[in-house]
């Protein structure tokens, strides 16, 4: 069983950044790829950014193509997401997911451990 847990969320104002970090718990975790998703208020959890095993392939969405990064040190079993250009509508709690399985996963159900999450609000 893997544990993940996130941090470094907050409030920022628009155009700031932040970067959110997940540690994970296993001696396992190169062999997962990694991911980000997100849910706003009164919508559903999406997908953000996803990393594979070795760093190797990363893949986002377009709402924050060019703004985010998402980036991982095994030796540290965490991965990142730097944010910039912070805009109020990525106001969400930030989840931090591994996959288990070969390949790449854009949805939930692609994922198998879950962090609790980090809120971001984006707000002046």
Same mark, same amino acid.
């Given at each position: 069983?893997?544990?993940?847990? &996130?941090?470094?969320?907050?409030?920022?104002?628009? !155009? +700031? #950044?932040?970067?959110?970090?997940?540690?994970?718990? /296993? *001696?396992?975790?190169?062999?997962?790829?990694?991911?980000?998703?997100?849910?706003g208020?009164?919508?559903?959890? &999406?997908?953000?950014?996803?990393?594979?095993?070795? !760093? +190797? #392939?990363?893949?986002?969405?377009?709402?924050?193509? /060019? *703004?985010?990064?998402?980036s991982?040190?095994?030796?540290?079993?965490?991965?990142?997401?730097?944010?910039?250009?912070?805009?109020?509508?990525?106001?969400?709690?930030?989840?931090?997911?591994a996959?288990?399985?070969?390949g790449?996963?854009?949805?939930?159900?692609?994922?198998?451990?879950?962090?609790?999450?980090?809120?971001?609000?984006?707000?002046?």
């Amino acid at each position: 069983q893997e544990q993940l847990e &996130e941090s470094g969320g907050g409030l920022v104002q628009p !155009g +700031g #950044s932040l970067r959110l970090s997940c540690a994970a718990s /296993g *001696r396992t975790f190169s062999t997962y790829a990694m991911a980000w998703f997100r849910q706003g208020p009164g919508k559903e959890r &999406e997908f953000v950014a996803s990393i594979s095993r070795f !760093g +190797g #392939s990363t893949y986002y969405t377009d709402s924050v193509k /060019g *703004r985010f990064t998402i980036s991982r040190v095994n030796a540290k079993i965490t991965v990142y997401l730097q944010m910039s250009s912070l805009k109020p509508e990525d106001t969400a709690v930030y989840y931090c997911a591994a996959r288990t399985r070969y390949g790449a996963g854009f949805a939930e159900n692609d994922y198998d451990y879950w962090g609790q999450g980090t809120q971001v609000t984006v707000s002046s």
